[in-house]
């Protein structure tokens, strides 16, 4: 049987699947829709442009059954997998199924709720905001998500908020008893002039294979501040489809922190719509590969008015035969005049086998504008590394002392000193034991 009859095989199992599951589901249409989409669309082919450096269909083939429901998960003890230290609201979810007993919401004028309860309860945010930003008429993957998500969060901040505790989603794959599958869904609604954090953490136990396919839609208003954290440091056979779409309007200032530390496949999507002026967008991502794993950071930024700024600084570093891949896309549109925006994407190699694909790109139909982006790829710096071990220091020791000094780069633009210093001691063990 031919690859390609084998992905329509695999799409039609799936889809008809998903077609029995949607009945008495809640957002019936948009899920129907979706289906449609993922039909015509199926998985990503493995000569698809956006997947050619990432064969995510095959590595679903190859190590998951896609039909086969998830074991019971027997995790009760989520302290391990905790950020210590970090007073916020949390929430727990275990192969993809939100735990009550395991979250805690500790800060006032928010609103949290399961999507499941938001939607029962036909709460008229979600109504409004749901779907509309998350492309999913052209990748297979977010079709699949919003056709079938089986769990996930809707966080509402009201106008004048500010958070001061950050809410933790903490995403626990218990493999001990199989694989899990597990296709979440998250929408998070900053009112004007509010403020909020934001921080997935992805873990497992067990020695079996875990998939996540998680969306999140995030709509920032006017004057509204949001942060968001996407800690990926599984080191189980772990594999990842992420995509994050966030709709800004109005001076709202945006960060996001990318760190992927760990896993088999990871593919993060970050999408910015840019819908006003005086916003600003800062992306930073960091991804520190050993073994052979394979990390895929694809970014949009869609600058649609003037006078907005936006800034994108992704850094990896390659050892063993691990593969990294950068796809960061600009794109400015006519009506963007004064438009700032800047991209810039850095990789070390360190073996031979070790590679990276990187592609930054620039569409401006706007005459007034500072834009730039670029690309570098090289090895450890021979003379500094000399440097260092002429004057007594171990060859391991000088190079984590270096590609340390270049991780930090990114680390140093984290704002929360918890979670800073938790992944200043995450990167530094991983600098010293692993490369």
Partial sequence: MSVAATEKNITAEVASGIEKSLTGAANLMLRKEALDAFRSLGFPANKAEEYKFTPITRALEKNFNLTLKNPVASVVDIAPYQIKGLDANVLVFINGVFSKESSSIVSNDLTILTLQEALNAKNDVVEKHLGNYADFRSDGLAAWNTASFHDGVFIHVSDKKVIDKPVVLYHIHDTQNGQVISINRNLI?????????????????????????????????????????????????????????????????????????????????????????????????????????????????????????????????????????????????????????????????????ATVNTKPQLEIWADDVKCSHGCTTGQLDEEALFYLQARGIAKDTAQAMMLYAFAGEVLENVKHPVIKEYLDNVISERLHKDF
């Fill in 189 to 353: 609604v900053v009112g004007k002039s509010s403020e909020l954090t934001v921080i997935e953490k992805f873990d497992s136990t067990g020695a079996s294979a875990n998939f996540s396919n998680t969306v999140t839609e995030a709509v920032v208003a006017e004057n509204a501040g949001l942060e968001l954290y996407f800690i990926q440091n599984d080191a189980g056979a772990r594999y990842q489809f992420g995509l994050t779409q966030i709709h800004q309007s109005n001076f709202s200032r945006v960060n996001t922190y990318t760190f992927t530390l760990n896993g088999k496949l990871i593919r993060n999507n970050l999408q910015f719509t840019l819908d006003g002026e005086g916003i600003e967008s800062h992306m930073y991502g960091l991804y520190l590969l050993a073994n052979d794993t394979l990390a895929d950071n694809h970014t949009v930024v869609d600058h649609k008015k003037p006078n907005s700024f936006s800034n994108e600084l992704y850094k990896g570093i390659m050892g063993d035969s691990s593969k990294g891949v950068f796809n960061g896309k600009i794109y400015v549109r006519p009506n963007a005049q004064k438009t700032n925006a800047f991209q810039a994407n850095r990789n070390i190699l360190l073996t031979d086998k």
